[in-house]
Structure formats: structure tokens, C-alpha cells
């Protein structure tokens, strides 16, 4: 019984806690990949200059802060016509739509990962990124639902008992 209680309990904490499986990135590995930058600005090698920014736009993007967040996707939008390679803009599109999950703005990160795959249809990551958007859109739908019927309950609740004090 225990173990049922238990199971129960992890999983409404799976449920509202998120669960996806995309790494975070801390502000040290930020900072660092911003001096690669900077020292890479001073190079001549563009190729070094393109990988620096590609290690800080992923670092941005998956920072727990939003305003990370936000930078790295400016970045990558200012950087995506500049790609040299297809295997560039599949990753590129990877890391917008991984910005974009991590801002709410789950319906442009399904096109962007939509996008990916239609380059690279078995990517394990963008399939797993993509289940990770449909299962955060649906867990949306059930809680608005769940908020709409409540307050539907409440509206109801409050009309009943008007009508009783009435009579």
C-alpha cells in the first residue's frame, strides 16, 4: 500500500514538476563560453569564431535564467542565415526550438523541431524534444481545463446559492 501511496505521490510530482529530460547549463559554463567568445574575436579563424558562438548560444539556451534564454535566441535568429553547412542550420533549428521550449512558446518550437526533422528524421534528440513539447502541451490543456471547471464549479456554486436565498 506504501508503494502505492508512493508511486502516486511521484507521479502528480512528474506531472506539475515538467520531467523533460533537456540538460540545464549554469552561469560558470555561460561565463566561460563568453570568454571563448570574446577570445575568439580576436583570432583570425572564422571557423573558431563560428564554433565559440555556437557553444554559448547552447549554453544560453538552456539556462535556468530568461533572460539567458532570451539572448541565445536572439543570437541564433541573428546567426541563422549564416549557415555554412546543413548539419549548422539542423543544429541551429535544434537550439531555437530548446529556447523557445524554455520560454512557454511551445507551438514555435514544434515548427522549429518540425523543421529539424524534416532534415534529419530519426535525430534522437529532436524526437525526444518534440515528444517533450506534445506532452508539456497536453499537461497545459488538462490543467486549463481543470481551471476552467473549476471556476465553472464556483460560478455555479455561487448561482445555487443565491437562488436559495432567494426562496
Avoid at 145 to 167: D, F, H, N, S
Wanted: charged content about 30%; aromatic content about 6%; hydrophobic content about 45%.
Amino acid at each position: 500500500m506504501e508503494a502505492k501511496v508512493s508511486g502516486f505521490f511521484d507521479s502528480v510530482a512528474a506531472f506539475f514538476g515538467g520531467g523533460d529530460q533537456i540538460p540545464w547549463c549554469d552561469g560558470d559554463i555561460i561565463h566561460g563560453c563568453e570568454r571563448e567568445v570574446a577570445d575568439a574575436a580576436d583570432g583570425d579563424s572564422e571557423d573558431l569564431k563560428r564554433e565559440s558562438i555556437m557553444r554559448l548560444s547552447w549554453a544560453l539556451v538552456h539556462s535556468r535564467k530568461p533572460e539567458d534564454v532570451q539572448r541565445g535566441i536572439a543570437m541564433l535568429e541573428a546567426s541563422l542565415a549564416n549557415n555554412s553547412t546543413p548539419l549548422e542550420h539542423r543544429e541551429k533549428l535544434f537550439l531555437l526550438a530548446v529556447g523557445y521550449y524554455r520560454s512557454g512558446k511551445y507551438s514555435r518550437s514544434r515548427q522549429l523541431v518540425e523543421q529539424c526533422l524534416e532534415i534529419a528524421p530519426d535525430w534522437r534528440q529532436a524526437l525526444s524534444l518534440k515528444k517533450a513539447i506534445e506532452d508539456k502541451i497536453a499537461k497545459d490543456g488538462v490543467i486549463g481545463i481543470g481551471i476552467t471547471a473549476t471556476a465553472v464549479g464556483v460560478i455555479a456554486a455561487g448561482v445555487a446559492a443565491a437562488l436559495a436565498r432567494k426562496k
